[in-house]
């Protein structure tokens, strides 16, 4: 038997095997990565600066913002690459209360991709 949750989960970008971000009781979640196709020549400091923007408008589509931000976890390709994310991450903070984070190496879905966050954010209810 399938269950009906549309009148409290609201979904954004249905896809086959996802939906782009998710809200349910006023917390939004999503995942983003820089722009696709993704660029391998970049660094991933552009790399992080693309998915920072990108995540921005992901925020405002699902009523949120920056400062809405509660918890995300960063996954890097390689850890050496640590600082220079770190660098683009507090700029992109500044001036507001940073969420709780965490930072690991990952082997991600494509060997051009070197970064890709998981966002948890306070947003409009569903």
């Known amino acids: 038997m399938t269950q009906d949750f ?22 939004g979640y999503f995942a983003c990565t820089p722009q696709a196709p ?6 991933t400091a552009e790399q992080a600066r693309q998915l920072l923007a990108k995540a921005e408008g992901r925020l405002a589509e699902i009523g ?5 931000l509660i918890f995300c976890a960063i996954m ?13 991450w507090d700029e992109w903070v500044s001036g507001i209360s940073p ?9 991600l879905a494509s060997p051009d991709l070197k ?11 569903a």
């Not at 970064?115 to 209810?125: D, G």
């Open 6 to 27: 549309s009148s409290i989960i609201q979904r954004f970008g249905v896809g086959k095997r996802g939906s782009l971000a998710v809200v349910h009781q006023g917390t």
């Open 38 to 43: 993704y660029d391998g020549s970049l660094s």
């Open 64 to 68: 949120s913002s920056k400062e809405g």
């Open 76 to 88: 890097l390709a390689d850890m050496d690459d640590y600082a220079a994310m770190n660098e683009v």
């Open 99 to 107: 969420p709780a984070r965490a930072c690991f190496e990952a082997r």
């Open 115 to 125: 970064v890709e966050m998981i966002m948890v954010c306070a947003a409009k209810a």
